[in-house]
C-alpha cells in the first residue's frame, strides 16, 4: 500500500501519484519557462515552482505535472442514485472515488473537507487496482465523484479504458468546467453518464463560485452530443440560486438546449463550509419543480429530502408512479424494457432493466 505525501518530485523518480499533466502549453523552453494548463477552463498559466488555481498541477522545470494521479481521499461503494443519477442503471452500485481540491470556489459546498484541504494525502490506487476492486466490490461501475473529477482527468481515462473492458460503466459527477479537449478525450475512453452541477445564473457563478457558467452549459450540450447519458443538478441554496425566476430559467435552457426528458435534480441545501443560513426551505423546491413541469420538462427530482413523492419517476403521459425510491435506495422499478407497464411510453434513460 502506497501512501501520498502531496509534495512535487524531488528527484528523478517521483512516486506513482506524480505524472506529467496530459493537457498542457509550454508557453517557453527551458526550465524557467511557465506552462499553461489545457485540463479545465480556468487555463491556468504555471511559473515555474508554482501550482495552478486547483493547486494539483505544478510547473517543475517548465512541465506541469499532477500531485493527485490515483490518490483516494474518499472511497466507498454507493448506490447510483446518491450521484445523483436516475435514469442511469438504476439500483446498480458503483465504487466511487474521489480525490482532493476543486477548481470551483462554492462558500457552501458540502464536500469541503476535501475540496478545500491542502497538502494532499491519502491512499494511492493504480488503474488496475481500482478496476480490479470494483469487481471485487461486485460493483456495477465506476464513478468519479465526492470533490471535481476532472483533476483526476489523467488517472479517469485509464480507469475508464479498464473498466469498459471489464464490461463496467463509467460516471463523473462534475461541475462541468472541463475544457472540451479534455470531455472528449473522457468520451473517447469510455465515459457514459455524468452528473453536472448547475449552481445558478452568470451572475450567482461569477460571484461566488468565480467561473463563467456559459462553460457548464456548452460542455453539458458537447457531452450530449458525443453520446454520454447526462442528468442536472441545482443546489438550492437561499440567497444565492433560489429565486423563482432563477430557477425558471435554469429549466428553460435544460428544456431549449438539451431536451424534455433531461432530468434535473433540485437538491435541498444544508449549512457547510462558510454558509450558515439554514436549510432551503422544501416547499421552495416544490414551488420550482412545480413551475418547471409546468414549462414541458418531464422529469424533475426533489433531492436531499428523504421520503419526498419528489424522488419517484412518473410516466410523464399516463401520470403513473413507475419508479419508486426513499432517499438514496431504489424500492421498485415497475418499467418493462424502458416503458411504461401501464401505457407503454418509453421512459428515456440507460440500462433500466440491468438487472433482470
Not at 57 to 84: D, F, M
Not at 317 to 327: E, F, K, L, M, W
Amino acid at each position: 500500500m502506497q501512501r501520498a505525501t502531496g509534495t512535487a518530485p524531488a528527484s528523478s523518480e517521483p512516486p506513482d501519484w506524480i505524472v506529467p499533466v496530459l493537457l498542457q502549453e509550454p508557453l517557453g523552453e527551458g526550465p524557467q519557462a511557465s506552462v499553461r494548463c489545457l485540463t479545465c477552463e480556468r487555463r491556468c498559466v504555471v511559473a515555474p515552482g508554482k501550482t495552478g488555481w486547483c493547486r494539483t498541477r505544478q510547473n517543475c522545470g517548465g512541465h506541469l505535472y499532477t500531485l493527485i494521479y490515483g490518490i483516494a481521499s474518499s472511497l466507498s461503494a454507493n448506490p447510483i442514485e446518491k450521484k445523483p443519477l436516475y435514469h442511469f442503471y438504476p439500483g446498480s452500485v458503483a465504487l466511487t472515488v474521489g480525490s482532493w481540491s476543486c477548481n470551483f470556489a462554492c462558500p457552501w459546498c458540502q464536500n469541503w473537507e476535501i475540496s478545500k484541504a491542502s497538502p494532499f494525502g491519502g491512499e494511492f490506487f493504480s488503474p488496475d487496482r481500482f478496476v480490479a476492486e470494483t469487481v471485487r466490490w461486485r460493483c456495477q461501475g465506476t464513478s468519479v465523484s465526492f470533490n471535481e473529477p476532472t483533476l483526476l482527468l489523467e488517472w479517469s481515462l485509464e480507469v475508464f479504458r479498464l473498466a469498459r473492458a471489464a464490461g463496467l460503466y463509467n460516471t463523473f459527477v462534475t461541475n462541468g468546467y472541463m475544457t472540451e479537449q479534455a470531455l472528449e478525450l473522457l468520451a473517447e475512453s469510455g465515459l457514459d453518464g455524468m452528473n453536472v452541477d448547475v449552481k445558478g445564473d452568470v451572475q450567482a457563478v461569477r460571484e461566488y463560485c468565480q467561473a463563467d457558467v456559459e462553460v457548464v452549459w456548452r460542455n453539458l450540450r458537447r457531452a450530449r452530443g458525443l453520446g454520454i447519458w447526462v442528468e442536472v443538478t441545482t443546489l438550492v441554496v437561499p440567497g444565492v440560486n433560489d429565486n423563482p425566476a432563477v430557477l425558471r430559467s435554469i429549466g428553460e435552457r435544460i428544456l431549449r438546449e438539451l431536451g424534455p426528458d433531461t432530468p434535473w435534480h433540485l437538491t435541498r441545501y444544508y449549512p457547510a463550509y462558510r454558509f450558515t443560513a439554514p436549510p432551503t426551505p422544501v416547499r421552495t423546491l416544490e414551488q420550482a419543480r412545480e413551475q418547471v413541469l409546468s414549462l414541458g420538462l418531464r422529469y424533475v427530482y426533489i433531492g436531499n429530502v428523504p421520503g419526498h413523492p419528489g424522488e419517484n419517476t412518473y410516466c410523464p403521459a399516463c401520470g403513473a408512479t413507475v419508479v419508486h425510491r426513499y432517499g438514496l435506495q431504489l424500492l421498485e422499478n415497475l418499467l418493462q424494457d424502458g416503458r411504461c407497464p401501464f401505457c407503454n411510453t418509453v421512459i428515456p434513460g440507460v440500462g433500466w432493466g440491468w438487472a433482470r
